[in-house]
């Protein structure tokens, strides 16, 4: 199973760089790397997705080293309402029967 | 574009009641999941479905839980009978065209307690 490990929380203040890095030392040739965001009371919202080396988006950067095994969102500049749960998660490709498996995430609280 | 719907929001029954929640994907949205999250933990997957079909439900506890996807679109979840550990947020989501690796949409949940 590809199971992914990412510290419980962490602590950020208004305008830095939050970089937030997650292990997946068994992921798959084929499996993506998706990182998703949930603020209380909702669901998860999709923020980025990869395979490898850099992904950019309006939103936020996801690093992935060549061997795979872990990745790093970076958050740049985060405000107060960046304040959310960011949950790292391999991601099967279509047809493989392994389960989605979300862990804990990161408890990211962001200070003005 | 409209999202994933749910409904209730939220329910409040007693241990050994029934409950259904029901979920209206994004249209054209082939994939259905259903989650559970118990509060301070991840969702966890309980049932995915392909159109009208089952992929994977091997986390659902057939003894009382039960999913269907009529006509491929809308969804029910029913639990039957409800225990004091199913207190939890029940996830809808949806993703297209096919499978894990495409971006998931959620719903907004429906908050399941149970006394």
């Known amino acids: 199973l590809a199971k992914t490990t990412q510290p419980i929380s962490m602590d950020s203040y208004e305008g830095q760089e939050v970089n937030i890095t997650c292990s997946h030392n068994n992921i798959a040739t084929n499996d993506y790397i998706t990182w998703y965001q949930q603020f209380p009371s909702q669901g998860p919202r999709f923020i980025i997705q990869?395979?490898?080396?850099?992904v950019t988006n309006e939103v936020a950067s996801l690093f992935i080293p060549a061997d795979r095994k872990s990745s790093t969102l970076s958050l740049p500049r985060v405000s107060l309402s960046d304040t959310a749960v960011y949950y790292c998660?391999?991601?099967?490709?279509?047809?493989?029967?392994?389960?989605?498996?979300w862990g804990l995430g990161t408890s990211l609280a962001v200070n003005p | 574009e409209a999202g994933v719907a749910q409904s209730p929001r939220y329910k409040i029954i007693e241990k050994r009641q029934s409950v259904a929640f029901w979920c209206n994907p994004i249209s054209g949205h082939a994939t259905l999941y259903w989650y559970q999250q118990i509060l301070g933990q991840g969702p966890k997957l309980l049932i995915q479905f392909q159109n009208n079909g089952v992929v994977d439900d091997s986390q659902l506890p057939k003894d009382r839980f039960s999913a269907e996807r009529l006509k491929g679109v809308d969804s029910t979840l029913k639990i039957q009978p409800a225990k004091l550990e199913d207190s939890a947020v029940y996830l809808c989501a949806s993703s297209f065209p096919e499978g894990g690796r495409y971006e998931q949409y959620f719903g907004p949940g429906t908050r399941l307690t149970v006394t």
């Open positions: 990869g395979y490898k080396t850099k």
């Open positions: 998660l391999v991601v099967p490709w279509a047809g493989n029967n392994r389960k989605l498996i």
